[in-house]
């Protein structure tokens, strides 16, 4: 097995894993497993600093995110798509199949959006129901000031989605704070369990928008709203994957237990861009660097893949590639969650400075 210090998947701590070996009772009718979930769901809402209901869905992190737009779109709605990377506009396309009408506000994917400029924007056209941004967007690690964008959303009476899939527990992210209607997570980041679940903290706001509905909700399994009284009810819209949720579980408590996660995230990618730098490597971004990710340049001389096939079979460490307009255009090195630690940190630099000698590049 090699390390792996991927955007996502991450490194799955062992009692993680074993948490997921647990006896399965029938997750549709003990009553017991809804207490459980329930309990999941609140310290979800209770890390992220919200009273906002948390909602644990059976699907990957994608899931979320088009659960958030089938449930807030009706047809003809105007929706603002935030874009300044990949998933900020692969948001346009939920909102269009759903029947909205997206609209993009695109800036460089160099730099996070900028408060001022989207304000200015605001006053000339706020007519939308809804926005979408990304907090952290993973393929060029570009990191958004949701505390700053999210409220200003608010402030001209539109509701906001969150895709904080990749950032959550890497940075801060207080949802009550940011005033952010519904925010979405998953499994496979920096809460380092295995890929299969996603979740959403929906506000008060959000649910009244889905009840005012004139058209009913063109999705059963990416519908928000077949929640609405399931603890009471004991009812789940389907049946839940307990396993998964039990390994969420203890990766959460994992992130409850540990006290000093945003500043150690804080400084190993910190440590990370000094060492790229100074080695005369180019960072991919200008500014708004997220401490869950660190994006580089290929050097010119050598491929992408190259640099990747080197680390792997040589060095036993995974790193990731882009997608998109980035593919083959930069290297990413994921150090969310289990993954940032100093030890695989260390490994991680050493073997890359080996690498990137071998394939010729002269670093300073
Ligand atoms: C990983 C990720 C997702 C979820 O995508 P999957 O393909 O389900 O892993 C969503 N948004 C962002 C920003 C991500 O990094």
């Known amino acids: ?22 006896e ?35 699907g990957e992190g994608i899931l979320g995110l088009e659960a958030a737009c089938a449930s ?23 909102v269009s199949l759903y029947g909205g009408v997206p609209k993009k506000y695109t800036v460089d994917g160099k730099n ?19 926005a979408t941004l990304v907090h952290c967007d993973t393929p060029s690690g570009i990191l958004n000031d949701i505390a700053v964008l999210c409220p200003l959303l608010k402030k001209y009476g539109i509701l906001t989605v969150v895709d904080a899939v990749s950032s959550m527990f890497g940075e801060e992210v207080h949802v009550d704070g940011s005033q952010i209607d519904i925010v979405c ?3 496979q980041k920096a809460v380092s369990a295995p890929p299969g679940l996603a979740f959403v903290t929906v506000s008060a706001d959000a649910k009244k928008a889905m009840a005012g509905r004139k058209t009913p909700i063109a999705s059963f399994y990416a519908n928000l709203q ?3 009284g399931y603890y009471e009810a004991k009812w789940f819209p389907y049946t839940m994957p ?44 200008q500014s708004g660097f997220s401490n869950t990710v660190t994006v580089f340049d290929v050097p010119p001389g050598t491929a992408a893949q190259e640099i990747l096939d080197v680390m792997r079979t040589e060095h036993n460490i995974l790193l990731a590639g882009s997608f998109g307009s980035l593919s083959g255009k930069v290297i990413r090195i994921g150090h969310m969650g289990a993954n940032a630690n100093e030890k695989d940190m260390a490994d991680t630099m050493e073997a ?6 071998k394939l010729g590049v002269e670093l300073r």
């Open 242 to 285: 307990i396993s998964d949720i039990y390994g969420l579980r203890a990766a959460l408590d994992n992130i409850a237990a540990d006290t000093d996660m945003l500043a150690r995230h804080a400084k190993i990618a910190a440590e990370c861009r000094k060492s790229l730098t100074e080695a005369g490597l180019k960072l991919h971004l």
């Open 226 to 228: 077949v929640f609405e």
């Open 72 to 94: 807030l779109t009706e047809p003809g709605d105007r929706v603002l798509v935030l874009d300044n990377g990949i998933f900020g506009e692969g948001f346009a396309d939920f």
């Open 24 to 58: 399965c009772g029938n997750p549709d009718i003990d009553e017991s497993f809804f207490d459980f979930y329930k309990e999941t769901c609140e310290l979800i809402s209770r890390l992220l600093h919200t009273g906002n209901e948390t909602l644990i869905l059976g």
């Open 185 to 187: 997570g998953g499994s």
């Open 1 to 22: 097995m090699y390390k792996m210090m991927t955007p996502g998947p991450t490194q799955v701590k062992e009692n993680v894993r074993l948490a997921r070996a647990g």
């Open 112 to 130: 996070p959006i900028d408060a001022g400029d989207l304000q200015e924007f605001l006053e000339k056209d706020h007519g939308f129901k809804y």
């Open 352 to 357: 890359l400075w080996m690498t990137l000698k």
